[in-house]
């Protein structure tokens, strides 16, 4: 009895051997495939992505002096999605793409500083108290930086709604969570950052109070180009200590809709007499010039859901100079054909091993041997 029952054990080895030996290789499949596409392909992409080389001397009469780099990153149109929009899976998918993408080039490219220009939210616009806390947590741990990293925020429609929905109560809802400064200085390099939404009125162009704030803005700039003969302006009346020191300036703002009005693109190239802008919303990338010398960037959406080939915008700016260069991102439409390639390779690997299906190379190798005996 015992030499029959080990038979039978002895028969049963080798099934469940090759059982073993077959979801061994599928898990080791699955793994490669996770790990390449949801970590090491934004390695992959982002590391082929350099900053642009800027002229960093300056020269002051018969001296020339080295100015600092300040390296930046612009990226718009996130669109977290809310609890009424888009499916679970939607949401999870394109909310770790951003994720991954944003984490890996902090790592890889040690920015000083990140602007998002505008729509962070899909559905701030409307959210309840309690899904704007949830999309504000989702917010802060996708992009989640290092204390040395500045983050800041332009608001844009799908945060605050249009100018004919958005109330206080919404603004200061934002403002509280991301802030309300309209400039920022650092290393001699003034940012104006401007919500476009508040910009058109029902036909009453830019709005009295946003209005009195942008020419504040222009009066400090104004007053911190005294110290610098080169951007002197003759009407400028500096006076008081909230002038800032830094001589020049570029504006990040969100469009109100797919563009500002005349009216209000004048104003603001008047008051802010910028030497660059970048604006978001449109989820693609333009340029235009304003007057023949101010260029205008429109910066791509940063989510798959917006783009199959999202990117983002990265500056090295000076005083006195700026270089931009644009870092793609993986496309959506590459890693789906890696899983679906990956799907049909597992299948014809499990009918294979079951003999369901001639294995390609043996096949290959009986062709072979029957044209040699020919």
Not at 300 to 319: A, K, Y
Request: charged share 20%; glycine share 6%.
């Amino acid at each position: 009895m015992a030499m029959i029952e080990l038979g039978f054990g002895r028969q049963n080895f080798h099934p469940l051997k090759r059982k073993s030996s077959l979801l061994l290789k599928l898990i080791a499949v699955v793994f490669a495939v996770l790990l390449f596409c949801e970590f090491l392909i934004y390695y992959l992409a982002i590391f082929q992505c350099n900053w642009p080389e800027v002229k960093t001397t300056a020269s002051d009469g018969e001296q020339a002096t080295r100015e600092p780099v300040l390296k930046a990153m612009f990226l718009a149109d996130t669109h977290l999605l809310g609890e009424f929009l888009g499916h679970w899976l939607d949401k999870l998918r394109r909310e770790w793409q951003m994720e991954r993408a944003f984490q890996t080039a902090l790592w890889l490219l040690q920015p000083e500083v990140v602007f998002i220009l505008g729509d962070i939210f899909d559905e701030g616009k409307w959210s309840t108290p309690e899904a704007w806390a949830d999309d504000v947590e989702r917010f802060q741990k996708m992009f989640r930086h290092p204390s040395h990293v500045q983050l800041k925020v332009v608001a844009g429609n799908h945060d605050i709604g249009f100018h004919y929905e958005m109330n206080t109560y919404k603004v200061e809802r934002f403002e509280k969570v991301f802030s309300s400064e309209r400039l920022f200085s650092w290393k001699g390099i003034n940012f104006v950052m401007v919500n476009s939404v508040a910009l058109n009125g029902d036909g009453c162009g830019i709005c009295s109070e946003t209005e009195a704030e942008l020419i504040e803005v222009s009066h400090r700039l104004n007053c911190s180009r005294e110290h610098y003969p080169l951007y002197r302006r003759s009407d400028a009346n500096c006076s008081g200590e909230d002038a800032a020191p830094p001589e020049e300036r570029d504006i990040p703002f969100k469009e109100n809709y797919d563009v500002l009005s005349r009216e209000a693109s004048q104003k603001l190239l008047w008051w802010l007499q910028p030497r660059l802008v970048l604006s978001g919303h449109t989820h693609s990338a333009c340029e235009v010039h304003h007057g023949g010398r101010v260029p205008e960037l429109s910066v791509p959406s940063f989510s798959w859901r917006n783009r199959n080939n999202p990117s983002f915008i990265m500056g090295s700016i000076t005083p006195t100079d700026y270089t931009l260069s644009k870092c793609y991102l993986p496309r959506e439409d590459v890693v789906l054909i890696i899983y679906c390639g990956v799907v049909g390779f597992l299948v014809v690997l499990t009918l294979t091993h079951f003999g369901l299906l001639a294995s390609p190379f043996l096949s290959g190798l009986t062709l072979l041997g029957k044209r040699k005996t020919r």
